[in-house]
């Protein structure tokens, strides 16, 4: 019988956000057998998908979650509670993954708890680097091990041991237009760095951090979401107060800070999809 735990519980998922690691794999998270590309867990079905048919410079993979509805898996900072998505690659040798691609997440609330995470379906890209002088062979596999944590009422663990052969069968192939461009659109959700005429800071006022936002433009709408943990307080409201060329945030703290972070770090999202990240010394 797979584990839950109720999402109040005391420690609930925030021990997840220590270490997906932690968590026992449950029997029946995922399709028993040798690793295939797609793996299934409670309310959750993973895919490794890929950008081409066959391997070489420039490649990308990605993680595809689809969730059933009300259940959501998490972002990096994973905000009240829960764990992101966890992956351990394994690559022919002089291969390796640069790291997941995170796109904005949204604020999600829970009965009084705000998660940072994702509804429906996400995909999460990885670029794959190539050392110097090694190469690609022609044919290789790909693996990975997912852990991941989802949540709606409650918080279940899942797993799944993925593998992608190149170059891709047929079938594969066949689905590779509409991967690469799953990867595109996702990669179009990452925050990108503000620009450079843009101007941020930040002002440590008591139980708030004041967050002014100079874009150059009015902005009507803003979400805020820290990079890191235990510096703001996740699940109080944001004040967002429009300027004539930008916008001011106004962030309580979290009750976990024991003193100012020298700089604050996260991601803007802005009106029309757009998110960027800032950072900048709390003064």
């Known amino acids: 019988m797979l584990p839950t735990t109720p999402l109040r519980a005391a420690g609930a998922c925030a021990v997840a956000a220590i270490s997906l690691a932690l968590v026992p794999g449950p029997a029946g998270a995922q399709t028993p057998g040798p690793a295939a590309r797609t793996g299934q867990g409670p309310h959750v079905r ?9 391997p070489g410079p420039g ?14 898996v998490y972002w990096r900072n994973p905000g009240d509670s829960g764990g992101p998505p966890e ?3 394994t690559f022919p040798p002089g291969m390796m993954a640069a790291g997941l691609e ?12 705000v998660n940072y995470g994702y509804h429906e379906s996400v995909v999460l890209p990885v670029a794959v680097a190539v050392a110097a002088g090694a190469r690609v062979p022609q044919e290789f596999s790909v693996k990975a091990a997912v852990r991941w ?27 590779v237009s509409g ?4 990867i595109e659109a996702a990669r179009g959700q990452v925050p990108k760095p503000a620009p450079p005429a843009w101007k941020t800071s930040v002002r440590s006022n008591g139980e708030t951090f004041v967050v002014d936002v100079l874009t150059g433009a009015r902005e009507t709408e ?9 510096q703001v307080n996740d699940s109080a409201a944001q004040a967002v107060t429009p300027l004539p060329d930008g916008v001011r945030l106004v962030l309580r703290k979290s009750s976990q800070l024991a003193k100012d972070p020298a700089v604050l770090r996260g991601v803007l999202t802005l ?9 900048a010394p709390v003064r």
């Open 102 to 113: 995170w796109p904005a997440p949204e604020r999600i609330d829970i009965g009084g708890l």
């Open 46 to 54: 993973v895919e490794l998908i890929a950008d081409r048919a066959a």
């Open 271 to 279: 009106a029309g999809g757009r998110a960027y990240t800032i950072a």
């Open 87 to 89: 992956v351990t690659w």
């Open 149 to 175: 944590m989802a949540c709606a009422n409650l918080c279940v663990p899942g797993k799944a041991e993925l593998s992608l052969r190149f170059p891709l069968n047929a079938q594969e192939i066949g689905q």
């Open 59 to 72: 490649m990308r993979l990605a993680l595809k979650f689809d969730l059933d509805p009300e259940w959501h």
């Open 179 to 182: 991967w690469a461009e799953a």
């Open 222 to 230: 803003a979400v805020f979401f820290p990079l890191e943990l235990s």
